[in-house]
């Protein structure tokens, strides 16, 4: 599935296959899920929740509409941050 970058403080990147009504969402920490038979509608939603804030209302959107609604699998876990501890000052 292609996925678009978006402009978002904690999602990368998305995807969504109108014919399986899949959505594929990348977060900033890397790790991938996909979402099964989610209405487009509920796909629009998302995107229009997506900005640049400090609010983070695109994890509330994802939240209170996505997960636990429609079946998730993880793609890709979350990268470790090999930076730990090194650029803390």
């Not at 997960?67 to 501890?85: C, D, E, M, S, V």
């Amino acid at each position: 599935m292609d996925r678009e970058v978006v402009v978002s403080v904690s999602i990368r990147a998305d995807g969504y296959d109108r014919e399986t009504s899949m959505l594929e969402i990348e977060f900033c920490d890397s790790s991938g899920y996909q979402y099964a038979d989610v209405p487009e509608e509920t796909y629009h939603g998302l995107m229009n929740s997506l900005g640049f804030n400090l609010e983070k209302t695109d994890l509330k959107s994802l939240n209170e509409h996505i997960k636990g609604k429609y079946k998730q699998k993880t793609i890709r876990r979350p990268r470790l941050n090999l930076f730990k501890g090194i650029l803390e000052t």
